[in-house]
C-alpha cells in the first residue's frame, strides 16, 4: 500500500506565496515521476508541474516563472513554491506518484489554494 499525503495549502491575497508538499509513504522501492495537478471549480483537473526522477521538470505555460517544483528523493517528498499567486490559482491542488517499483500511479486526497482579496 501507498499512501499520498498534500499539506501547505491555504488563503492568500494575490502576489503572496505558498509552499506545498507531498509525501510518499508504503511499499516505495523507486518513484519514476512526481507531479502537482489542480483542479478549479466547474473546470477539468490540469497539469501544474511534473519532475522526474532525472530531474527534468515540466510546467503549464499558466505557472511557469512563477511555480517551482522540487523533490527530496531521500523522502519521497515533492514541493511546489508558489510565487506572484493570482486570482485564478485558486484550486484545489492534488499530488501524484507514479511508481517503477512496485509500479502505480497514486494521488492524494488534495489541498485547498485559495487566492483571494
Known amino acids: 500500500q501507498v499512501q499520498v499525503v498534500e499539506s501547505g495549502g491555504g488563503l492568500v491575497q494575490p502576489g503572496e506565496s505558498l509552499r506545498l508538499s507531498c509525501a510518499a509513504s508504503?511499499?516505495?522501492?523507486?518513484?519514476?515521476?512526481m507531479g502537482w495537478y489542480r483542479q478549479a471549480p466547474g473546470k477539468q483537473r490540469e497539469l501544474v508541474a511534473t519532475?522526474?526522477?532525472?530531474?527534468?521538470?515540466n510546467y503549464a505555460d499558466s505557472v511557469k516563472a512563477r511555480f517551482t517544483i522540487s523533490r527530496d528523493n531521500t523522502k519521497n517528498t515533492v514541493y511546489l513554491q508558489m510565487n506572484s499567486l493570482k486570482p485564478e490559482d485558486t484550486a484545489v491542488y492534488y499530488c501524484?506518484?507514479?511508481?517503477?517499483?512496485?509500479?502505480?500511479?497514486?494521488w492524494g486526497q488534495g489541498t485547498q489554494v485559495t487566492v483571494s482579496s
Open positions: 501524484n506518484v507514479r511508481l517503477l517499483s512496485p509500479r502505480g500511479d497514486y
Open positions: 508504503g511499499t516505495i522501492f523507486s518513484i519514476s515521476v
Open positions: 519532475i522526474a526522477n532525472t530531474g527534468r521538470t
